[in-house]
């Protein structure tokens, strides 16, 4: 009986070990696990705060634009001329066929505590260079005041002042083809204010040399060309966000070229020239989340007032030049599920008066249009692929129905877009 | 004329001396903080809600308005905020809270950071060169950054030094003992394998020690693809997993759509202050994550 009591004992102080041992075993295992978690955590994160020490760690964020476009025109592109606008030399629908867009080239970085650099350079399918941007910004200014100097994009309009790869349509609408040459950069300096309000409001000011289309020629002392523009925006909900502007541009061309500029026999303009603008921008995502689904209605109306003289040897024209445009264009684009977008847009210019000593243009009153859609895939916010139909009918003569496909890549430090 | 000419001074010259300091928050979860810690002395406005992907964020003209008035910014750094934050500062004509000055105050840089890439390539997403930005996941880092907020007050305000010592001591309080209670009440997550939709719970992992074995999008920022679903489906056979945790920006339909094939609940965590009715401050953010991942547990 004892012994029979003292084998079961036994055995139960056993087996009780053995379980104590195994759920021992498997403390120790988990303990050894966490250690290990923690000490590849450390490893993994390397000490707070201590910046990589290279050669390279001030250099300029660079980023790059590489883009193609494959355009399919109905008409002959040569011959295109929008009637009764004297047109500069950017002012066309495209080449034919295969072929790459313009490469953009942006470095930029803080130059100090108080300023801001970059560039911008478009690298031209035909092997030429051109220096789009180059500016100084200033970021140590208070109350409000921001100045840029060099060579920028006027903060007229709303497409004016953003790069044409941020652009929703492949296109410039006709008003940027017939009043801006595409669109308006100039050297000089600009003065921004922002109101310390809650609503956004922005005034600003430009001194320009007048080198640009609108402007063109004017090569003199002094300031050959200057804008004045404001902007109000602000938010309506959650989901909704706006912003309203309007804009001077005045000009005095000295020698404005327009027309056979290629064949180096322009038609030239000199006198007054004052460009007014206003745009809207209305933004919609739900919940302000625009990555899911979101909405963009966007407008522009110009209005141009030109006084002076026209002269050239190819149309004729020679003496007093007088001439009140408008244009303008109205498109929506919308975001109807990732990635996938759809836009619709619609062009308008009209000639409300002009008139020449010669009597040139006095039968070229036309009134262009161009109605226009787009269909854009973004993989990624650094690749997008779209394709987009223009039924073009800013000639005079027949319409001409348009086809563009094009992809744009994005390499390197690229930031968010501006409103 | 004088009295516009005035007018107009005024207006340049913008605030009162004395007033409340004005705080923009780039998250919910800082404007939180900071009103935790600044009280009465502080306005915070918050630049971002709990349903929104702090990733994509429009630089709206209101935002602007609101960066040229702040005269701090708290914002969690870390590459989170690069699409739209730098284009805010640099038009805002305001040197108050230019990165590097006492105005500017990144979360991020205070607590360890994981998930630092060895690799930097496009090729793997969107990734962050500075680790993982979703760090107030785990409220221990709320702690961290909570410790270095009311220091960062303190220099800038010295005024008030006293007040925001004093609340920031009174905060931390509250928020060890609730760290502890969320603790106990989560014990049962320890090495609970999930899914994620992004890679914006790995604080919240680390934490609670779950683990993520798949993602539903393919690489960070890439939005999920059928093919990627469907191989995770095949992954959870062998690798059966809990649940599927989601932010309240991400869309619904991918976690949905696999918690059908593979029966196993899909749940979206507040993530952030505001991100769910119940987390409407910092406490009620953890409250209502713990009892949303028990619920799915059971």
Redesign the interface.
């Known amino acids: 009986m004892f012994r029979y009591i003292l084998s079961t004992v036994t055995v139960a102080a056993f087996s009780a070990s053995v379980l104590a041992a195994e759920t021992d075993v498997s403390d120790t295992e988990q303990h050894l696990q966490t250690i290990e978690q923690r000490l590849q ?1 450390l490893e ?3 000490p ?2 201590t910046p990589v020490a290279s050669a390279n760690a001030f250099n300029p964020a660079i980023s790059l634009i590489l883009s193609g476009t494959y355009t399919d025109l109905s008409q002959d592109p040569a011959t295109y001329a929008l009637p009764g606008f004297a047109l500069g030399d950017a002012a066309s629908p495209g080449q034919r066929g295969l072929g790459i867009s313009p490469t953009e080239l942006h470095l930029g970085t803080n130059i100090d ?2 300023l ?1 650099g970059a560039m911008a350079l478009i690298l031209n399918p035909d092997d030429t260079v051109a220096l789009e941007e180059v500016y100084f ?10 100045v840029k100097g060099g060579r920028f994009f006027s903060g007229i309009g709303a497409l004016n002042q953003k790069h044409p790869h941020a652009w929703d349509f492949i296109d410039e609408p006709l008003a940027y083809r017939a009043f801006l040459n595409y669109q308006y950069r100039d050297d000089g300096l600009q003065v ?11 005034l600003g000011g430009e001194a320009l040399r007048g080198s640009g289309f609108v402007a063109g020629g004017n090569e003199k002392n002094g300031v050959g060309a200057y804008s004045l523009f404001a ?5 309506a909900g ?1 989901s909704q ?3 309203i502007g309007g804009a001077l541009l005045n000009a005095a061309p000295r020698g404005r070229e327009s027309g056979d500029i290629a064949a180096e026999l322009p038609d030239t303009f000199s006198g007054d020239s004052r460009l007014w603008t206003t745009d809207f921008i209305w ?1 919609w ?1 739900p ?6 689904r979101n909405a963009v209605i966007q407008g522009e109306y110009f209005w141009r007032e030109d006084d002076g003289s026209m002269s050239g040897a190819v149309s004729g024209i020679s003496g007093d030049y007088r001439a009140r445009q408008s244009g303008g264009y109205l498109q929506g684009v919308y975001q109807f599920m ?2 996938w977008r759809a836009g619709l847009r619609h062009d308008v210019l009209a000639t409300h008066e002009l008139s020449d000593a010669s009597g040139t243009f006095a039968d070229l009153n036309g009134s262009p249009s161009r109605a226009s859609a787009i269909l854009e895939f973004t993989k ?3 690749s997008r692929f779209r394709v987009q139909y223009n039924h073009d009918q800013s000639r005079d003569d027949s319409s001409d129905r348009q086809v563009f496909v094009q992809y744009q890549l994005s390499l390197g430090a690229h ?5 | 004329m004088k009295k516009i000419i005035s007018l107009c001074v005024l ?5 009162p001396v004395h007033a409340a300091l004005k705080v923009m928050a780039c998250e919910p979860e800082w404007g939180a903080l900071a009103r935790e810690i600044g009280g009465e002395n502080v306005v915070v406005y918050i630049a ?2 709990g ?3 702090p990733h ?7 935002l ?3 960066v ?2 702040a005269e701090m910014l708290v914002c969690t750094g870390a590459d989170l905020e ?3 934050l ?2 805010l ?8 809270v ?1 990165p ?1 000055t006492l105005g500017y105050f990144e979360a991020a ?8 890439p060895t690799r930097l390539d ?1 090729s793997d ?2 990734i962050h060169a500075a ?1 993982n930005p979703h760090i107030q996941t785990d409220p221990r880092n709320i702690a961290r950054v909570a410790t270095a907020l009311a220091q960062r007050l303190a220099e800038i305000d010295p005024v008030n030094a006293g007040f925001y010592q004093a609340r920031y001591r009174d905060f931390a309080a509250r928020w060890a003992a609730a760290i502890v209670r969320w603790e106990q009440q989560a014990a049962p997550l320890r090495g609970v394998v999930v899914v994620a939709h992004h890679s914006y719970f790995v604080y919240l992992d ?1 934490w609670l020690g779950l683990k993520t074995v798949a993602y539903l999008e393919p690489k960070p ?3 999920p693809t059928s093919n990627h679903l469907a191989e995770i489906v095949a992954q959870l056979q062998r690798q059966p997993a809990k649940m599927i945790l989601r932010a309240p ?1 991400n ?1 619904a339909r991918p976690s949905e759509w696999l918690s059908e094939r593979a029966k196993i609940p899909a749940v979206m965590l507040p993530g952030t202050v505001g991100g769910s009715n119940q987390a409407n401050d910092l406490f009620g953010l953890f409250d209502d994550t713990v009892q949303r991942l028990l619920a799915a547990l059971k």
């Open positions: 955590r993994n994160a390397p707070v705060n505590p108080d801001y910004q200033t970021i140590g200014l208070d109350h409000g005041v921001t921004r204010w922002i109101a310390p309000t809650e609503t956004f409001i922005e902007h109000i925006g602000g938010d959650v966000s706006w912003r933004k995502a919940n302000g989340n625009p990555r899911i990732p990635r990624n916010p650094f930031g968010g877009h501006q409103f | 207006l340049m010259l913008g605030q971002t809600t349903l929104q992907d994509a964020i429009e630089a709206r003209p209101s602007i308005a609101q040229r008035r690069s699409g739209w730098p284009l500062l640099r038009q805002a004509g305001n040197p108050r230019q590097g840089s205070f607590v360890t950071r994981m998930e630092i496009r997403g969107d680790g680390n920022g890439v939005q920006y869309g």
